[in-house]
């Protein structure tokens, strides 16, 4: 299928410049744009990141591909959308050896490239090590700190010219109290649990299962502290980079895979919907001193964040195909797609364009009164195998057109503000997103078909 139409166009950020330096790839799990001091948060909640925001060439708000981490990290990682890369959900085979990665590219312009990642799915197993030189998952961020100190040192005649991408698994639960951090939270003392495991809060994710107010703010505290924490890896990142000597010299990136959610769209966690809140992200860029390199993405844009592979690569000197994402370096708004793939009988798509956001759902199957149970059972392994009512929507979703679905998408307008995210009425813009979510998603797409008949039309991505 023409999906990958991977052909190599010309010019980078700047002409013939080409950044020599480190490059330093910094993510999060689930940290939500609005809780970023720099981004109007709360003050004290994040002083590394706020620090950062205020040194950085471009700082802002971007939009996650997808609520959920596996595809999010994975057009991250390939500059594609979901439905592109095809690692769409839990079901889905690993990331196809076909696509050319972040790591690949940088590596055809001559870097070394290091990963250390945490978390269940950033691993080997699922495609996420493509590229890598070096691939150490689990290591809480420990690794990564002394990768960055040891960058500048000389290796195969390649100074300077090395990716290193580290991704810390926080704020994501479990959330722990860490009673030292309690200062950073606005409104006095709390009464908190020790830890909240990540099923405790599974349960909430069906919308049917009541939340008390009280018990709700107490998770959003507990999670603020694992904000506060990551905050304060990041600070530990960052003096390691600075103690290389290479703090002028790297190209560093900072964002979030996606967000999380507190009942604000009825749910709890991510991965159910594509609100605001699971989708707005922190995006940090700081450029090497003295490169010419510069970010022509308008201020106050809500950026894709899947534009960071052309932006590093374009960075680096490398050819960026045009089914990627434009880079951070051309000078232009598109709107933005995400995707989310097999919920409870919903494909779920958003495009963001401006302010305004439209929600599309497409039904593939009926909902089943039972999945929110047995989504439970699944991930807390009671199962041996997936249960039926899994088992049923997913032959039923590989059977369904995505897009279209069975009959009319249901459609919703919104409106973004300053943190708040509002419906809408108004038809016309309505109907015109979307005419634009549509275009957006066909193309480089063979088509509004099937999951399993799309798979037979797949092939292998053309080579740079």
Not at 139 to 155: I, N, T, Y
Request: hydrophobic residues 40%.
């Amino acid at each position: 299928m023409p999906l990958f139409l991977f052909l190599a166009c010309g010019g980078g950020p700047s002409g013939d410049r080409r950044h020599d330096g480190p490059i330093v790839l910094i993510t999060f799990s689930s940290l939500r744009a609005d809780v970023v001091g720099g981004l109007g948060g709360e003050s004290g909640l994040t002083p590394q990141l706020d620090a950062l925001i205020r040194q950085a060439d471009w700082s802002g708000r971007a939009v996650a591909a997808s609520s959920w981490g596996a595809p999010a990290m994975a057009s991250l990682l390939t500059g594609l959308r979901p439905w592109q890369h095809q690692l769409l959900h839990a079901g889905s085979p690993p990331l196809s050896p076909d696509l050319l990665t972040l790591a690949e590219a940088l590596k055809a312009a001559g870097y070394t490239t290091a990963a250390y990642p945490s978390g269940s799915w950033y691993t080997k197993e699922h495609g996420f090590a493509q590229g890598f030189d070096v691939f150490e998952a689990g290591g809480k961020g420990r690794d990564g700190a002394e990768a960055l100190q040891r960058l500048g040192v000389r290796r195969e005649g390649r100074e300077g010219r090395e990716l290193v991408w580290i991704h810390v698994p926080e704020p994501q639960a479990p959330y722990v109290l860490r009673r030292r951090l309690l200062s950073r939270l606005q409104g006095g003392p709390r009464e908190l649990p020790a830890r909240i495991r990540p099923l405790q809060l599974e349960a909430f994710f069906d919308p049917g299962v009541p939340l008390p107010e009280a018990r709700r703010q107490r998770l959003w505290d507990m999670y603020l502290l694992n904000v506060a924490w990551a905050d304060e890896k990041l600070g530990r990142l960052l003096e390691a980079l600075r103690a290389s000597g290479q703090w002028d010299r790297t190209l560093l990136v900072v964002t979030a895979d996606h967000g999380e959610e507190f009942r604000e769209q009825g749910q709890m966690g991510r991965g159910g919907n594509l609100g605001r809140q699971l989708l707005e992200v922190p995006l940090v860029v700081k450029l090497p001193a003295g490169s010419g390199l510069q970010l022509r993405a308008p201020e106050g844009e809500h950026a894709g964040a899947a534009r960071l592979w052309a932006t590093l690569v374009e960075a680096a000197g490398g050819p960026v195909p045009p089914a990627v994402a434009p880079s951070l370096f051309r000078p232009v708004a598109p709107p933005v797609l995400s995707e989310l793939y097999l919920t409870n009988g919903l494909n779920r798509f958003s495009l963001v364009q401006g302010n305004d956001q439209l929600l599309w759902d497409s039904r593939f199957a009926p909902p089943e009164p039972d999945y929110y149970r047995a989504r439970l059972r699944a991930l807390a392994g009671e199962a041996a195998r997936p249960p039926l009512v899994l088992d049923r929507l997913e032959r039923a979703f590989d059977a369904t057109p995505p897009l279209q679905g069975r009959g009319q998408p249901s459609l919703r307008l919104e409106r973004w503000g300053e943190r708040e995210s509002l419906p809408a009425t108004d038809p016309q813009r309505t109907a015109e997103m979307a005419r634009r979510l549509a275009e957006a998603w066909k193309s480089f797409a063979c088509g509004d078909l099937p999951p399993g008949e799309e798979a037979r039309h797949r092939t292998p991505q053309l080579p740079l």
